[in-house]
């Protein structure tokens, strides 16, 4: 959200250039963003993850006034509210805490299908942890790895 994605990393492999672990599935066609920086502050903050569509469903018009994931003409890419730009097939990108970068052609709109909070995804990680944890205490008492216990007549 406050800087772009330089077009240097555009060789990636496919797994990405990082993933961020989700602790639900994800459909195959969603592709995910961390959010780094503060210019969509306060509505996206520093680590929350905003999935999108993998590819563009819509023309790019029908996304005026909408919060996208966007990849410009020049190969950068932003998560900006998109505008009408000063001429036919520009847009303006608009931040909550930044400059309004205007006049740029779209070529990609990864329209947002989901929003998980930086606050969210570290408690379902840990709620996740802590199920996988109780479910292998429970094989193990059931597989005789636990210690048995003494009976009150000092009998194992």
Known sequence: AGAEISPEYEQVPPEGLSQVELPFP?????????????SMMPVYQDGDVILVYREQHRPPTSYLGEEAAVRTEDDRRFLKRIMRGPEVGT?????????TIEAVQIAWIGEIYLIVRSGSIRRMNERDRARRRRQELAHRAMQGDELPLKSADGLQ
């Open 26 to 38: 994800v459909p195959p066609d969603i592709i995910g963003f961390e959010v780094k920086g503060i």
């Open 91 to 99: 847009f303006n990108l608009e931040s909550w805490n930044a400059p």
